[in-house]
C-alpha cells in the first residue's frame, strides 16, 4: 500500500503454538485416527499435579499422555489418571502415569490449599461454590460440617472475616491439610478444626450460617445442621438428586426435617452446583431456619 514501509527484522521471533496434546499425536504413526478422536480434550491442573479422565478405549495410550501433558505443562510435575471419587471420604480413585510427586500447593482466588493429589479430592466443579462461599460469612460464627482441606472454610475466612469457622472434618490425613491449609493462609485465629464426627460436633443453636458441602448422604446429617442453627442462621445443604426431582427433593428433605424440631424454613435461593452423573445434578439449598 502506498506510504507503507517494509521494515526486515533483524532476529525475527516467530510465534511457537503450544502443541496440543491431540497435534503431540496426529502425527505418530502408530496411533490410529478413531484413536486420536478418543484422546482427552480437557485436564485439571491442581498446583504442579496434573488429572486427566482417559477413555478406556485408549487406556493403553495412557503412558503416552501422560508424558505429553508433561512436555506442554513444564512447570508440572506429575500427572494423575481419574477414575472417579468414592466412600465416606471422598478419596479419588487415581494412578501415576507420569512424573511423581502426588503432593501440591494449589492457589485459587487468593488462597492457598496444600493437598495429596492423590489420595484427596478436589472437584474443578466446585469453583464457582468456592467463590460465592467467600462472599459469605461477615461477622458470623459458621460451621462448616464436611471442611475436607478448607475448600469452603478457607476462602471464607480469607475474603469475608467471619468472627469463627469450626471446620470439622472425619478423615484425619484431610484434617491434617486442613490444619496446615489454615497456617498457610494466616488464618489461624479465625478457622477452627476439629477431626472427627460433624454428627457429634456441631454445637446446638449457636451458628448464624451452617455449610453441608457433601453429597449423596447430607440428609443423614441434616437434623444436626439445623439444630445447630440459631433462630434466623442461615443453612447451606448440598446434596446430589436425579435432574427431575430438582428442587423439589432438597426443599423436602429440610422442611421435613424443620418440622421435626418445630421449626420454619424460608427458601433462600437452589442452584445447580455440578452436573454429578448422567441424569444427576449437584444442587445446593440456601435457606433461613426460624
Ligand atoms: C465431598 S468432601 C467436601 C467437598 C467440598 N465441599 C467441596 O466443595 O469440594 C466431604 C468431606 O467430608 C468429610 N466427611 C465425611 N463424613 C463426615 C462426617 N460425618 N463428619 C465430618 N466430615 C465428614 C470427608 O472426609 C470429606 O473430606
Known amino acids: 500500500m502506498a506510504g507503507q514501509k517494509t521494515v526486515r527484522q533483524e532476529h525475527p521471533e516467530f510465534y511457537h503454538k503450544t502443541p496440543g496434546l491431540v497435534d503431540l499425536f496426529r502425527d505418530r504413526d502408530r496411533i490410529s485416527p478413531e484413536q486420536v478422536a478418543l484422546l482427552p480434550r480437557s485436564w485439571y491442573i491442581l498446583g504442579t499435579v496434573i488429572t486427566v479422565k482417559i477413555d478406556p478405549r485408549v487406556e493403553d495410550l495412557k503412558r503416552d499422555i501422560g508424558s505429553a501433558l508433561l512436555s506442554i505443562y513444564p512447570r ?17 480413585k487415581r494412578e501415576v502415569i507420569a512424573g511423581s510427586g502426588t503432593e501440591t500447593v494449589h492457589r485459587e482466588n487468593g488462597v492457598v490449599f496444600k493437598l495429596d ?26 460451621v462448616d460440617m464436611f471442611a475436607g482441606i478448607g ?18 472434618e472425619l478423615n484425619p490425613l484431610a484434617y491434617g491439610y486442613l490444619t496446615e491449609n489454615v497456617r498457610l493462609n494466616k488464618v489461624e485465629g479465625i478457622v477452627d478444626p476439629v477431626l472427627g464426627d460433624c454428627a457429634e460436633e456441631v ?4 451458628a448464624d450460617r451452617v455449610v453441608m458441602g457433601f453429597v449423596e448422604f ?13 433462630p434466623g442462621g442461615t443453612l447451606h445443604y448440598h446434596q ?7 428442587p423439589g427433593a432438597l426443599v423436602e428433605d ?13 427458601v433462600l435461593r437452589c442452584a445447580r ?15 433461613v431456619i426460624t
Not at 446430589?240 to 430438582?246: H, I, K, W
Open 218 to 230: 447430607t440428609d443423614r446429617y441434616l437434623k444436626e445442621g439445623i439444630r445447630a442453627l440459631r
Open 254 to 266: 429440610v422442611r421435613r426435617k424443620a418440622e421435626e424440631q418445630g421449626r420454619r424454613v424460608r
Open 203 to 206: 454445637p446446638e443453636g449457636e
Open 240 to 246: 446430589t438428586v436425579p435432574e427431575r426431582l430438582y
Open 273 to 287: 452446583v455440578k452436573k454429578y452423573s448422567p441424569g444427576v445434578v449437584h444442587a445446593v439449598l440456601d435457606a
Open 76 to 92: 508440572c510435575r506429575c500427572v494423575l489418571m481419574d477414575r472417579g471419587i468414592e466412600g465416606q471420604f471422598r478419596v479419588p
Open 151 to 168: 475448600y469452603f472454610s478457607l476462602p471464607m475466612a480469607v475474603h469475608s472475616r467471619p468472627d469463627r469457622v469450626l471446620s470439622i
Open 117 to 142: 493429589a492423590m489420595k484427596i479430592m478436589f472437584s474443578a466443579g466446585n469453583l464457582n461454590e468456592r467463590m460465592r462461599m467467600s462472599r459469605l460469612g461477615d461477622d458470623e460464627f459458621v
